[in-house]
């Protein structure tokens, strides 16, 4: 059935360093969306990606969708501490949402 | 965007009793989902709510144990039955507007169920 990697479980970075996660389908997609729940919250929709090779940008967070469309990234640039949270991936392949298995940013101290 | 609320926020159970969660839209929506979150885990999708119709559940999840209603397009039940200690989670429903531009789905502040 359908897969979706995402990696890395958690990453440690220092305030004004890049972060990034990626995911992978094993199969094509149809979309895929970001969301980022901070702790205790509830998931918040970021953005939604569907054309093969698609680039998005929201400030300092950039989105891809690869070209065959079976894997995406979030990256951001010079992390803040508003940053922390964890991101999840959502896949859509043929109305079956998946949701990927979150990247947890930390901010060291 | 959708404003979304939950009762009740949390709640601790005993074993073998039942809860029903409620979930309340302010505005129409096309799609209704519930889902299930162990803390520090991702996301599952138990079912989603169809109106009018029973709710198409996912793989591991059953109707005797997790009835859905959806009387009308703004309001949604879960009850968790029979509840164990391993239904401990976080319910979250969600929804997908017909006002929204993508696919986005709007998250509820979610329940907190404990099981004794």
């Known amino acids: 059935g359908q897969q979706v990697m995402q990696i890395p479980q958690y990453q440690h970075v220092q305030e004004g360093e890049d972060f990034t996660t990626y995911c992978n389908s094993s199969t094509t997609l149809s979309n895929i969306q970001w969301y980022k729940q901070r702790p205790g919250g509830h998931p918040v929709f970021l953005i939604q990606l569907v054309k093969s090779g698609e680039v998005k940008k929201q400030k300092r967070l950039t989105f891809q969708f690869g070209e065959a469309k079976k894997n995406s990234s979030l990256h951001i640039t010079a992390t803040q501490t508003t940053d922390v949270g964890t991101y999840f991936c959502?896949?859509?392949?043929?109305?079956?949402?998946?949701w990927g298995a979150g990247t947890k940013l930390i901010i060291k101290p | 965007s959708a404003v979304i609320s939950q009762k009740p926020s949390r709640d601790i159970c005993q074993r073998g009793t039942s809860l029903t969660i409620q979930c309340q839209v302010d505005s129409q929506v096309t799609m209704m989902f519930w889902y299930r979150q162990q803390p520090g885990q991702s996301l599952t999708l138990i079912a989603t709510?169809?109106?009018?119709?029973?709710?198409?559940?996912e793989s591991g999840f059953v109707i005797d144990k997790f009835p859905i209603s959806r009387p009308n397009l703004t309001f949604s039940t879960l009850t968790v039955s029979n509840m164990s200690p391993e239904d401990s989670s976080i319910y979250l429903c969600?929804?997908?507007?017909?006002?929204?531009?993508?696919?986005?789905?709007?998250f509820g502040p979610g329940t907190r169920l404990t099981v004794l």
């Open positions: 959502c896949m859509d392949s043929n109305y079956q949402l998946i």
């Open positions: 709510a169809n109106q009018g119709s029973e709710a198409t559940y």
């Open positions: 969600s929804v997908i507007t017909l006002a929204g531009i993508y696919n986005e789905q709007f």
